[in-house]
């Protein structure tokens, strides 16, 4: 480029620098104080080409945008094979352009072009200049084109008279103008290349310039933002193929633009964006264009950014059943703005690659309607047709995501709305349901403004929420796929065209006086810079599917002026079937607080199918909608049975360029005490409603009462819902609501549970119990008449009690066969048919009997770098639970005689420990946590000195100071305890804060110990039935490479972990202190007396030895008190396995709870201590910087655990495995492990002398060289017919390895001969078998 493309290329790297960086996010994303945005240096542009590429572009500039002169060629191939069904639709758009000109042709007169939105000319100038280089024969359409563009290079500007501050049309023309000049650059002439790229050039800069003083030159993710800077970046990538230097400057301010928005879009973990679908779908038009471009043009892949992983759910998951229309949350048409066929093919391209973008872009296409209102717009139909077509991959063949075709629960945690019965086609019976209660501006956002962790975000000043509507607990329902209840879209920001509530009287109303909204209404745009407005915030509290019926919940309180003094607007949605909604209002007020009336609005804006009032069995005030005789009905009541009159209403506003009609019911309610509840019921036409009231309004929660189609149905809904106490005390279990009728108890979150067909049966024993004891009654009395009259009847008295009795005892017998037959109890007497024979309704007989389920206590143990801490964020920052990590600075375990390493022990703990009494301190302190953990807090001193601490704590010994030694300078470590004691300290303050505002918040223990996972009955002997026990196991590979390769110096050394094992087998400790040692730390063991040097070995016999004694510890604990967990599933499947925990515990899993562990796990934003992020890609490192020989090394010693907890093996068998499996195998057996049992070797123990004795002599491998040795998986028969054809051992053998513990072998001897002619016959067998 010459010494002035030099001078830019510097400069362009100094504006780089000039990008400051904030701290992270405490907690949440990150936990270290690491440069998150520092990594944004790496994209330096540079465009350096190869000479023979220069050479030939030299006289062949374009096409170069999307692709090559080269590919023109298999082009052209596709769109008559694999690309022909999106080229007909491109055909069929240049034709239509081409039968009405005075419409699609840029005006004559520049004054008639500038005198309204005239995005439509750049939009359709892209793809019918790929009809004409694909279709070079058709010279209408270039000549066409090319009288197009000419007006377009001869008007001054291409500006909107109105809209003199707005760049957006004029970056439509740009980006057309400079797409189709790159496209058909070889069919022009000098001429108008010079002329057009004069054009382009100046237009760009323009932009540019106005970048630096506009608002969307600093707002990120928002439509202008993204739709701008992307034209200034494609009409640098074309002027600059023609080494213009001052493009360079251009493009290093547009790459730096746009990787801001993709680092801030990672942090939206669920694919949304706030604007909603219409605009979301403008905005990502002109981000895929961006990734794509940057990918091409400057090799930066944004590819496997998080946000792009998950957008496709922002196009299926909003999706109303027949794939017309969707959900019209924000400012919004019926559906999209632009494509998004073009996003959903890309999506599949370059991200997902499984064809469900493929599918539905085809369903999109196939469904879409031609004309009405939810038809394309004439400006935006045709823009993304051609990224469509050179997107589009025929390889992967187009099919419907998992699950298609059956209603299920989608939730967009970040954007904080909940869909279901997306994404189907229209048919009796889906039904769509949608519920909108989030934060401004989306969560992410919200806390980035809130949180302020990046100094380059200027809180609200660098977003632009604007399109936002005050909507928070705004619902739709659309039963059959009809729309019932609907959004009103696209119009000015009132909260009554949504379907919210509004309170009276307001003293801070802005507009229709009384009344007032939520913040930030009564304007054009939705007034996000106004005070308070930027706090405003909605929260979805539960949300949870069951089949046919579902249940959400959200909080909007927040979003109203603080001046109205609510306490809490809840609202609640209970889809009770197909067809039938119940929405539940729960309005509480504080005591001086001036509202006394509110207004619930239902909005519609079907113009043929109208509200009109109803009344439903002349009780309840209503409205119906009669569509084609088909009639949806709704109707309301308060608490105190109280159903006033409807209005409908109906409204004109103004949107984008015309004017929406919608219509809607107010109904209008009085709050007369501190707390108000009404109910609205909504229902199809298939669905009959013969009873509704409240049957209970109490403090922490309602019931009301419904009979659906000659079926009773309990609704039950928790309005005290922060407290799980109050909520376990109303519903019987930790949720939200649950579902009661003759066949079921549906416990949302839960599950449901089938309700046994008792009462039939006992009717029927009753009946025929009755039945025999009369008759047994009559015969006796006809016996007494009989006696009294024997003299006249001369009938024999002895003959007669004789037949009586006999009869009397056959009756009887007959009861007791039939009653003993039909009886499934066991105060039944002798089963003939025992219920257990159902193992289902065995099941549900016991979870219906279990009314209470109770509120968890929850422990987690792990082996330590497992990564357990990442589930802090499941119950960090949750009114439900109260997270402890242990040990902290401040949060110890107590001094006992027994002690705890901070690795890892093989000492185990009974039940009978805790039974007789045995570390009492523990018992103590395990009891002060779990019953009264405020109070535990409170009495933890957080101002003691480090040096106070260590005159009261006893001198530790020599061999514990040697492992606390620091290699760091002392004023280094000084800062960094200190700064650890703080943080410690101010955790322990919030805690003590959050347990005093929930009191009935659960304990979550982290016991990060590894110790601790082997002492797990003793803690539910101490903790009882409450105790739910989390296991959290990795991958041994993984763990093994955190632990030795991932940092320097290695965790292995940092930790001293030589030492620890060391500790772990001392006299003192394991015969003194520890009642019983688990056996499966024998091997380590014998390795360590061996003085084994390699730490991968070590390790590996480590972590085999404590997974293997975990399982066999907890296989005593009952079902419903342990889980097993594995990190890798944490991280990749963050969702499914949330509720997987939450299912165990017995709680529900909250949305915002969902949405911290998805950032923690997905987003490159978090790290663990030691391990750097966390994603899973990140988790998976080992799998290219581990060394093979070592992979090998730990498959062999752990493949079989391996393969028992689901990780697969990588690398071939060896021999040892196999007697590895036979060994471990029989050590799982063994339940019951004492102090004697570390004595006295098992039948495995004996087993592992048997093999060694059999590799000193010839018969395999030896144990010293097994771990080296690569054989086939044919070593594992190997192992198994060695030893089944081996001779036994002596007497004297076994004996004498009972005496040392299984440990001592011919293979161990040391000063003698034959050990070393052993070692050697050892080293000549490995190279045999390696041979």
């Given at each position: 480029m010459g010494e002035h493309s030099w001078k830019y290329g510097a400069c362009s790297m100094f504006l780089l620098t000039l990008f400051a960086v904030g701290t992270a996010f405490s907690g949440l994303f990150n936990a270290s104080d690491k440069d998150i945005f520092g990594e944004l240096e790496q994209f330096q542009l540079a465009e350096s080409r190869a000479p023979e590429l220069r050479k030939l572009q030299a006289t062949n500039f374009h096409p170069n945008l999307f692709f090559n002169q080269a590919d023109v060629q298999l082009l052209k191939q596709r769109s008559s094979t694999t690309h022909s069904h999106i080229f007909k639709v491109i055909r069929a758009a240049v034709l239509t352009m081409l039968s009405n000109v005075p419409l699609y042709m840029p005006p004559a007169k520049h004054a008639e072009f500038s005198s309204k939105w005239n995005?439509?000319?750049?939009?359709?100038?892209?793809?019918?200049?790929?009809?004409?280089?694909?279709?070079?024969?058709?010279?209408?359409?270039?000549?066409?084109?090319?009288?197009?563009?000419?007006?377009?290079?001869?008007?001054?500007?291409?500006?909107?008279?109105?809209?003199?501050?707005?760049?957006?049309?004029?970056?439509?023309?740009?980006?057309?103008?400079?797409?189709?000049f790159d496209f058909i650059y070889s069919s022009l002439d000098q001429p108008r290349r010079d002329l057009y790229l004069r054009r382009i050039r100046r237009e760009t800069e323009e932009l540019y310039e106005t970048s630096k003083y506009r608002g969307w030159g600093k707002q990120f993710l928002q439509n202008h933002q993204t739709t701008n800077i992307l034209a200034i970046l494609t009409g640098a990538i074309v002027v600059g193929a023609h080494d213009d230097p001052e493009t360079m400057v251009w493009k290093q301010v547009c790459v730096n633009y746009m990787e801001k928005t993709m680092f801030l879009l990672n942090h939206v973990v669920d694919g949304s964006l706030d604007e909603g679908v219409a605009y979301g779908s403008y905005t990502a038009k002109s981000i895929a264009q961006y990734v794509f471009l940057a990918q091409r043009h400057f090799h930066i892949d944004n590819t496997q950014n998080n946000w792009l992983r998950t957008h496709f759910w922002f196009y299926y998951a909003t999706l109303l059943p027949g794939f017309q229309r969707t959900v019209g949350i924000g400012d919004s048409n019926y559906n999209w703005f632009y494509g998004p066929e073009s996003q959903l093919v890309f999506l599949d391209a370059f991200v997902m690659r499984n064809g469900t973008g493929n599918w539905l872009a085809q369903q999109i296409r196939k469904h879409r309607p031609k004309d009405g209102p939810m038809g394309q717009s004439s400006a935006q139909r045709w823009t993304t047709l051609h990224t469509e077509f050179i997107w589009y991959d025929a390889r992967l063949a187009p099919q419907p995501p998992s699950g298609?075709?059956?209603?299920?629960?989608?939730?967009?945690?970040?954007?904080?709305?909940?869909?279901?019965?997306?994404?189907?086609?229209?048919?009796?019976?889906?039904?769509?349901?949608?519920?909108?209660?989030?934060?401004?501006?989306?969560?992410?956002?919200?806390?980035?403004?809130?949180?302020?962790?990046?100094?380059?975000?200027?809180?609200?000043?660098?977003?632009?929420?604007?399109?936002?509507?005050?909507?928070q607990n705004s619902f739709t329902f659309a039963p059959n796929g009809q729309v019932f209840v609907s959004e009103a879209l696209y119009g000015p920001k009132y909260s009554y065209l949504n379907n919210v509530l509004v309170?009276?009287?307001?003293?801070?109303?802005?507009?229709?006086?009384?009344?007032?909204?939520?913040?930030?209404?009564?304007?054009?745009?939705?007034?996000?810079?106004?005070?308070?407005?930027?706090?405003?915030?909605?929260?979805?509290?539960?949300?949870?599917?069951?089949?046919?019926?579902?249940?959400?919940?959200?909080?909007?309180?927040?979003?109203y002026s603080p001046a109205m003094r609510l306490k809490s607007v809840y609202r609640a949605l209970v889809l009770l079937n197909s067809q039938t909604l119940l929405v539940v209002d729960h309005v509480e007020k504080w005591d001086d607080s001036p509202v006394n009336t509110l207004s619930a609005f239902f909005h519609n804006l079907d113009i043929d199918f109208k509200y009109v009032a109803h009344r439903y069995m002349d009780r309840y005030n209503g409205a119906l909608m009669d569509v084609w005789d088909a009639h949806y009905k709704m109707f309301w009541f308060d608490s105190q049975g109280y159903s006033p009159n409807t209005r409908i209403q109906e409204a004109e506003q103004a949107a984008e360029f015309k004017k929406r009609w919608t219509q809607f019911v107010n109904v209008t309610f009085p709050v007369r005490g501190a707390v108000g509840r009404m109910a609205y019921v909504m229902h199809g036409p298939y669905v009959q409603i013969s009873n509704?009231?409240?049957?209970?309004?109490?403090k922490n929660g309602l019931r009301i009462s419904l009979v659906v189609n000659n079926t009773e149905k309990i609704v039950s809904i928790v309005t005290n819902y922060k407290d799980i106490g109050a909520r376990s005390g109303y519903l019987g279990f930790g949720g939200y609501a649950k579902v009661e009728d003759r066949y079921q108890i549906i416990r949302f979150g839960l599950g449901a549970q089938l309700v046994p067909k008792q009462t039939s049966v006992d009717n029927q024993l009753f009946d025929f119990g009755f039945t025999v004891n009369v008759v047994a009654g009559v015969i006796l009395c006809v016996a007494i008449g009989f006696l009294t009259l024997q003299r006249k009847f001369y009938v024999c008295f002895t003959r007669l009690m004789r037949y009586a009795l006999f009869s009397v005892l056959m009756l009887w017998i007959v009861e007791l066969l039939f009653v003993s037959n039909s009886c499934?109890?066991?105060?039944?007497?002798?089963?003939?048919?025992?219920?257990?024979?159902?193992?289902?309704?065995?099941?549900?007989?016991?979870?219906?009997?279990?009314?209470?389920?109770?509120?968890?206590?929850?422990?987690?143990?792990?082996?330590?770098?497992?990564?357990?801490?990442?589930?802090?964020?499941?119950?960090?920052?949750?009114?439900?639970?109260?997270?402890?990590?242990?040990?902290?600075?401040?949060?110890?375990?107590?001094?006992?005689?027994?002690?705890?390493?901070?690795?890892?022990?093989?000492?185990?703990?009974?039940?009978?420990?805790?039974?007789?009494?045995?570390?009492?301190?523990?018992?103590?302190?395990?009891?002060?946590?779990?019953?009264?953990?405020h109070l535990h807090l409170q009495n933890i001193p957080l101002y003691e000195t480090n040096r106070a601490k260590q005159v009261q704590r006893a001198s530790p010994p020599h061999d514990k100071r040697k492992r606390m030694r620091r290699r760091e300078p002392l004023s280094e470590m000084r800062g960094r305890v200190r700064a650890s004691s703080d943080r410690d300290a101010e955790y322990v303050r919030e805690m003590r804060r959050h347990t005093g505002e929930y009191p009935n918040a659960r304990l979550v223990l982290n016991l990060r110990s590894g110790s601790w996972a082997l002492k797990l009955p003793f803690i539910q002997e101490v903790v009882g039935p409450s105790l739910r026990a989390i296991y959290v196991v990795r991958d041994p590979r993984a763990w093994i490479y955190l632990m030795l390769y991932n940092s320097k110096p290695s965790l292995y050394s940092l930790k001293n972990i030589p030492q620890h094992l060391a500790l772990m087998f001392?006299?003192?400790?394991?015969?003194?202190?520890?009642?019983?040692?688990?056996?499966?730390?024998?091997?380590?063991?014998?390795?360590?007396?061996?003085?084994?040097?390699?730490?991968?070995?070590?390790?590996?016999?480590?972590?085999?030895?404590?997974?293997?004694?975990?399982?066999?510890?907890?296989?005593?604990?009952?079902?419903?008190?342990?889980?097993?967990?594995?990190?890798?599933?944490?991280?990749?499947?963050?969702?499914?396995?949330?509720?997987?925990?939450?299912?165990?515990?017995?709680?529900?899993?909250?949305?915002?709870?969902?949405?911290?562990?998805?950032?923690?796990?997905?987003?490159?934003?978090?790290?663990?201590?030691?391990?750097?992020?966390?994603?899973?890609?990140?988790?998976?490192?080992?799998?290219?910087?581990?060394?093979?020989?070592?992979?090998?090394?730990?498959?062999?010693?752990?493949?079989?655990?391996?393969?028992?907890?689901?990780?697969?093996?990588?690398?071939?068998?060896?021999?040892?495995?196999?007697?590895l499996e036979i060994v471990s195998q029989e050590a799982l057996r063994n339940r019951n492990m004492s102090t004697e049992a570390y004595k006295?070797?098992?039948?495995?123990?004996?087993?592992?002398?048997?093999?060694?004795?059999?590799?000193?002599?010839?018969?395999?491998?030896?144990?010293?060289?097994?771990?080296?040795?690569?054989?086939?998986?044919?070593?594992?028969?190997?192992?198994?017919?060695?030893?089944?054809?081996?001779?036994?051992?002596?007497?004297?053998?076994?004996?004498?390895?009972?005496?040392?513990?299984?440990?001592?072998?011919?293979?161990?001897?040391?000063?003698?001969?034959?050990?070393?002619?052993?070692?050697?016959?050892?080293e000549e067998t490995g190279r045999r078998d390696r041979t």
């Open positions: 995005e439509i000319y750049g939009n359709n100038l892209p793809p019918l200049a790929l009809y004409c280089l694909l279709s070079p024969e058709d010279s209408a359409a270039l000549q066409f084109l090319m009288k197009f563009m000419d007006r377009m290079a001869e008007y001054p500007d291409w500006k909107v008279t109105s809209a003199p501050n707005d760049e957006v049309p004029a970056a439509h023309s740009l980006t057309g103008f400079a797409t189709a298609y075709a059956r209603a299920k629960m989608h939730i967009f945690s970040n954007w904080g709305v909940v869909t279901y019965g997306a994404g189907l086609p229209i048919a009796q019976g889906n039904t769509f349901v949608s519920f909108k209660s989030g934060k401004l501006g989306g969560r992410a956002v919200f806390d980035i403004v809130h949180a302020k962790p990046y100094s380059w975000v200027d809180g609200w000043n660098s977003f632009n929420p604007g399109h936002e509507h005050p909507d309170f009276s009287p307001s003293p801070t109303s802005q507009c229709n006086a009384p009344w007032e909204g939520q913040l930030g209404e009564c304007a054009k745009w939705l007034r996000y810079t106004d005070e308070g407005v930027g706090d405003s915030a909605g929260e979805v509290i539960a949300a949870s599917s069951h089949r046919d019926t579902m249940f959400v919940s959200g909080e909007a309180a927040p979003a509704c009231r409240f049957i209970d309004s109490s499934d109890q066991l105060l039944c007497g002798v089963k003939w048919k025992s219920a257990a024979t159902d193992p289902e309704l065995s099941k549900q007989l016991r979870l219906y009997d279990q009314h209470h389920f109770p509120l968890p206590t929850v422990v987690i143990t792990t082996l330590p770098g497992s990564g357990s801490d990442i589930l802090k964020h499941l119950f960090y920052n949750n009114s439900d639970f109260v997270y402890l990590r242990v040990p902290t600075e401040h949060l110890d375990i107590p001094e006992t005689e027994f002690e705890f390493d901070s690795l890892v022990d093989a000492c185990e703990w009974t039940r009978s420990d805790a039974q007789n009494g045995r570390f009492k301190i523990i018992q103590g302190w395990l009891h002060s946590m779990v019953h009264n953990t001392k006299e003192d400790t394991t015969r003194e202190r520890c009642p019983a040692f688990a056996s499966e730390f024998r091997m380590l063991w014998r390795l360590l007396s061996r003085s084994e040097a390699n730490p991968v070995l070590l390790l590996a016999h480590l972590w085999l030895a404590h997974t293997a004694a975990v399982l066999r510890v907890t296989a005593t604990l009952p079902e419903e008190a342990y889980l097993q967990v594995r990190f890798e599933d944490v991280v990749n499947f963050p969702e499914d396995t949330a509720q997987r925990i939450h299912a165990f515990l017995g709680v529900p899993v909250t949305p915002s709870a969902l949405n911290q562990l998805m950032f923690t796990t997905s987003t490159n934003l978090y790290n663990l201590m030691y391990e750097g992020d966390i994603s899973p890609a990140s988790i998976n490192l080992w799998r290219k910087n581990l060394p093979r020989k070592d992979i090998r090394l730990i498959e062999d010693t752990c493949g079989f655990l391996m393969k028992r907890l689901g990780y697969s093996r990588r690398a071939g068998s060896l021999f040892f495995t196999g007697v006295e070797p098992s039948d495995a123990g004996i087993l592992i002398a048997t093999y060694e004795k059999l590799s000193a002599a010839g018969y395999g491998p030896p144990a010293t060289s097994a771990y080296q040795s690569s054989t086939s998986s044919r070593c594992l028969r190997k192992t198994r017919r060695t030893l089944k054809n081996s001779p036994e051992l002596t007497a004297e053998e076994q004996k004498e390895a009972r005496r040392h513990g299984g440990m001592k072998t011919r293979t161990s001897q040391v000063g003698t001969g034959r050990g070393d002619r052993t070692r050697r016959q050892d």
